[in-house]
Nanobody, 128 residues
Framework: QRRLVESGGGLVQPGGSLRLSCTASGFTLDSYIIGWFRQAPGKEREGVSCIADSDGLAHYTDSVKGRFTISRDNAKNTVSLEMNSLKPEDTAVYYC?????????????????????WGQGIQVTVNS
């Protein structure tokens, strides 16, 4: 069974940092574009960041540029999202997702949210 499992969420004060991780099981990530999405209460899901290769360009939504960094380790079958200078508006459920490289592009995946696999989601709350 192919699964994506997120970890690392929680409660943090504004200005703080969190690191989310996503581990794949049942398949290897090297053939997939990996992304992080989030959905806040009452809002639509949005693509936060997507990456195709560990040494390639990544796509970020404007609101997180300069604060969030996506990375992947194909050897460990994981992808991470380092989140710094967190703001209350970053509060959301964050989802890891994957889609085959042949089926999409980094920006298209982040823009459309069309993916093959979703994680179960993990809560991030930024609150003093």
């Amino acid at each position: 069974q192919r699964r994506l499992v997120e970890s690392g969420g929680g409660l943090v004060q504004p200005g703080g940092s969190l690191r989310l991780s996503c581990t794949a099981s049942g398949f290897t990530l090297d053939s997939y574009i990996i992304g992080w999405f989030r959905q806040a209460p009452g809002k639509e899901r949005e693509g936060v960041s997507c990456i195709a290769d560990s040494d390639g360009l990544a796509h970020y939504t404007d609101s997180v540029k300069g604060r969030f960094t996506i990375s992947r380790d194909n050897a460990k079958n994981t992808v991470s999202l380092e989140m710094n200078s967190l703001k209350p508006e970053d509060t959301a459920v964050y989802y890891c997702a994957a889609n085959a490289k042949w089926a999409t592009s980094v920006q298209r995946m982040c823009d459309t949210g069309i993916v093959a696999y979703w994680g179960q989601g993990i809560q991030v709350t930024v609150n003093s």
